[in-house]
């Protein structure tokens, strides 16, 4: 069984083929290969004039929902201990996994009068740029260049329009005794991710992973 299952939906058109690509090698390339990798096509019918480097299942209807049903079949037909959510414009930095596998590995840190668990490695949590977002203005961001900005997304706390899909890695248990992506609207990541933390507790790396464009 791996460690990680990745989940990434596929909408044909939405962004340019490269750049899917470009997401799809970012995995290949990590150091920690102890994944498999789900990508699901939004359906019903895939381009046969682009390449794909790895299997795409298509799904027999569009559903058009923000990839959230394709990801609620991942979560059902993942094999591996913990799903992270990985969007086709999104990178991961090649030490991505293995940092996450690290935190995952390390052991709870405790409450010395108590003995009971500060934090839990069922959800972890971690920090991305977010390229070009300028609804995002209110946020404290910084300028690249003229044209690129960017922000630091912490997810902490993890709250609606402070976190992004693929900043939160957790168990597949605990995904499946919450009914998989139960909410289909744009952002139920947010309102997933802050529910999910708040009833399991959390922990967060400080390095930043990776990047959302």
Known sequence: MPLFSIIVPHFQGTIPHNI????????QSQ???????????????LDPSLHFPIPITPTPVRHNDWGHSLRDRGIREATGDYILHFNPDNLLYPHAL????DEIARPPRLLTDTGQPLDTNDIII?????????????????????QNFYII??????????????QLVMKRSLWLAEGGW????????????????????????????????
């Open 182 to 213: 139960s909410d289909k609207s744009e952002l139920s990541d947010g309102r997933l991710y802050q529910r999910f933390c708040q009833t399991y507790g959390h922990r967060h790396i400080g390095p930043i992973l990776g990047e959302h464009y």
């Open 153 to 166: 997304l912490t997810g902490i706390p993890p709250t609606l329009q402070n976190i992004d899909a693929m």
């Open 126 to 146: 971690f920090p991305i740029l977010m390229h070009g977002l300028l609804k995002f203005r209110h946020l404290t961001f910084q300028s690249k260049t003229n």
């Open 98 to 101: 293995q940092t996450i596998a």
């Open 20 to 27: 899917f690509l470009r997401g799809i090698k970012c995995l």
């Open 31 to 45: 150091t920690l290969q102890d994944f498999q990798l789900l990508v699901y096509h939004d359906g019903p019918l």
